[in-house]
């Protein structure tokens, strides 16, 4: 009988494009699979809570698989970190009940969007954020961020070429923290579709650019229209942060 | 009369095959003297505080060349960084007084190696820290630290293929600093050898594992014999954090 584990995951997705595997493409299921293989001595099936796209990054992305060989939690956890690369790190290994299941079990998940607000963006930092040095409108970008809050249909904020599952949507919690340097735009829901955390990110932006009222949007989403609401903005400053179970 | 400016340069040397131009590889002056010389419209020879090796990185580098372009050094500063790639950013430029020179006017240089403690070393981390999570006397390493303190010839410490200057350097502080997660290592002298930060921190972990004795120390220094001493440790920990003048 196999044992159904739990993983906590964080990367770096700055060399990855994302997390569902392709062929010939470094990804992250595609490089737990290959590790989980080796350990294995077959192939493993992973399910993680969700995909997140080319370059977005995870402090504890959560995934599931089944294992035949009986290798303990611990030693698990340091054997699949001694194979994979070190932007990829699991975090956490714990044994599952049978039903457990990373994206199926899913509650919510907590997203995190970084924009560095300096003129100058240290390199060490480049990686993680998405640099905004000009002048936003902070007062109005605030206000705008709670009206994400709410269930609905969020076909608005969806990428256009989107295919997953549609529907309503929850949005627990949606806040903007203005701190010195870095604004951090937080975002609790039931799940997200496509792009759908950076395109809020683009229309709070367009908000802080005064090219957007924030009682205009309440009327988008409503409309649903895709063409209205602000752009995609750069998936290395988003971090799955949290999915809750 | 060309200006004789003074640049402050922050890197992440991750990337880079270290300070020093080299024909086909990328390295921190190289770029610089790139982005100079579009500036300019004529090569511009940029000169270091002194060379950091390939992978390490740099806080604060300071480098002087002379300029014939009025640009105001705000807008160097801007133009620079908008033709540097993000792993390289120009943190200030100002004018200096003609006999300035990055290299020769230079009084000291701070370092710090970062050493990462924990088990598991964070995806967003790894690039600028040395990962030792085993265990480590730390009582010894810390007594042992204070001991490269002094004015000596430090051949002991040098690259094997160090064909600098010799002579003696003087170390007015080195200290270890043991933080919850981070071991922090800090040094500061008038100059250093060719990998000598990095065997003192070699040094240390010896100390550390118990396979040198912080008083065997001064005697090795004063032997002068490289095979005793410890071995070089990872670029990447490296930070050259201030030079003074």
């Given at each position: ?118 003129e ?29 809050e ?7 904020l ?44 683009g229309?709070?932006l ?5 090219n957007l009222?924030?009682d ?30």
């Amino acid at each position: 009988m196999p044992r159904n584990l739990k993983i906590v995951v964080a990367y770096d997705g700055g060399g990855f494009h994302g997390w569902q595997i392709q062929p010939q493409l470094p990804t992250i299921q595609g490089e737990l699979q290959r590790v989980l293989e080796q350990i294995e001595g077959r192939p493993v099936a992973v399910a993680g809570s969700g995909r997140t796209d080319a370059g977005v990054h995870a402090l504890a992305q959560v995934a599931s698989f089944r294992l035949e060989n009986p290798i303990p939690e611990t030693n698990l956890r340091k054997a699949m970190n001694r194979l994979l690369p070190p932007a990829i790190r699991v975090l956490q290994v714990e044994q599952a009940p049978g039903e457990f299941h990373a994206r199926f079990s899913a509650k919510s998940k907590l997203y995190e969007y970084r924009i560095w607000r300096p003129e100058i963006c240290p390199p060490m930092l480049y990686r993680y954020v998405h640099h905004h040095p000009y002048p936003l409108e902070m007062a109005a970008m605030t206000a705008a961020a709670p009206l994400f809050e709410g269930t609905r249909d969020f076909q608005a904020l969806a990428a256009a070429d989107d295919d997953l599952a549609p529907g309503p949507r929850t949005i627990f919690s949606s806040r903007l923290d203005n701190g010195t340097d870095l604004l951090c735009y937080r975002v609790r829901g039931t799940g997200f579709l496509r792009h759908m955390v950076r395109n809020m990110v683009g229309t709070l932006l367009e908000v802080g650019k005064s090219n957007l009222r924030p009682d205009e949007i309440p009327a988008l989403l409503e409309a649903g229209d895709r063409s209205r609401l602000g752009p995609t903005v750069a998936a290395k400053g988003l971090f799955l942060v949290q999915v809750g179970y």
